[in-house]
Every structure is written in C-alpha cells, then in structure tokens.
C-alpha cells in the first residue's frame, strides 16, 4: 500500500534498503509486483537481500504460483502473516469509503498473478503496470458507474483478491 504516500511506492523503499545493504520486506498487500520491486532493488544492489510477506491465500495454487514468483525473484526468505485473515472493522474508512483494495489499489501481486488472474477469468497484468495515485474512491467508483472498463476491472480484481487474502480460513502449523 506504499503508492498511497509515495508516488514510487515499494520500488523506493526496496532502492533505499537495497543501497543500504538491508533486508526490504515486500507485502502481498503491494501495489507493484513482485517482479518489478526485485527489478528496482537489484539495479541497486544485486545482493541485496529481498524477503517476501505472505498474506496467505485462501487456494494453495495461488499461493504456490506466489511463492514462486518471489523465488524466481530473488526473495530469500519468507514472513507468514497470520493475524489479517479477515480485514479489521474501520468505522472511519466505511464512513469515508476508503477502501483502497476495492479499485485494485495494493493488489499488484494478484493483478500480475497468472494463477490468480486466470482462477477470475482475466488476463494478468504486466509485471510493470500499477494503478495511478493519488487513490480517488470517488472518482473511480464515478468512472466505474460511467462505463470506463478499466475502473470496472479494478472493482472485480480488488474485491476478488480481497477474498483471496483476507478470506477467514485460518491456518495450523501443519499448513506451514
């Protein structure tokens, strides 16, 4: 959810920790793909290293098709996040309508998923495409309501996903 405060969102974050030699920790919950953020961090520093956080799935083939996408990026270690299986209640976001992940917004690791995108019936995103900022619930629920076809994809993709990651399946150490 970076690009809602910096217009380079984890790609900034993964060049500052990569020009530090630190770990950058990239969230399934980002809004760029696994794949360009490996990209910006090694252009920095090849060796840097690069953990990936799993907001677990609910099916075990995206999770897989996940997983190794950030192996074959160069993640090298993985932090399991057990405690958002289903989203916190937010009076002042339902007040306000914010919900980012409802247009897309912090959902590029699903967006550019091949087993995720097809599991919807939609063609993956390009591992470099994003969604714009700053983030306009209005605007793109107005755009949505007018037709605009990409705003009414975003709507099926993010609320698809949020049901993907946030779906109230809880898991065991024999899931792990």
Request: aromatic content about 10%; glycine content about 6%; hydrophobic content about 40%.
């Amino acid at each position: 959810m970076q690009g809602i405060i910096h217009p380079h969102a984890e790609l900034a974050s993964a060049r500052a920790a990569a020009s530090l030699g630190v770990p950058f920790i990239m969230s399934t919950a980002s809004t760029r793909s696994i794949e360009d953020v490996a990209l910006a961090s090694s252009q920095v520093n090849p060796s840097a290293p690069r953990w990936y956080q799993l907001y677990w799935p609910r099916t075990r083939a995206v999770t897989a098709s996940i997983l190794k996408r950030a192996k074959e990026s160069g993640f090298t270690a993985l932090v399991v996040t057990l405690d958002t299986m289903t989203l916190g209640w937010r009076p002042h976001d339902l007040e306000t309508s914010y919900l980012p992940f409802a247009h897309a917004t912090g959902c590029a690791v699903g967006a550019t998923d091949p087993v995720f995108m097809a599991k919807i019936g939609m063609e993956p995103w390009a591992v470099d495409k994003h969604v714009e900022f700053p983030y306009n619930p209005v605007e793109l629920e107005k755009r949505a309501a007018e037709g605009d076809e990409e705003a009414k994809k975003r709507k099926v993709i993010g609320t698809c996903w949020l049901g993907e990651v946030n779906s109230g399946k809880y898991r065991t150490w024999e899931d792990l």
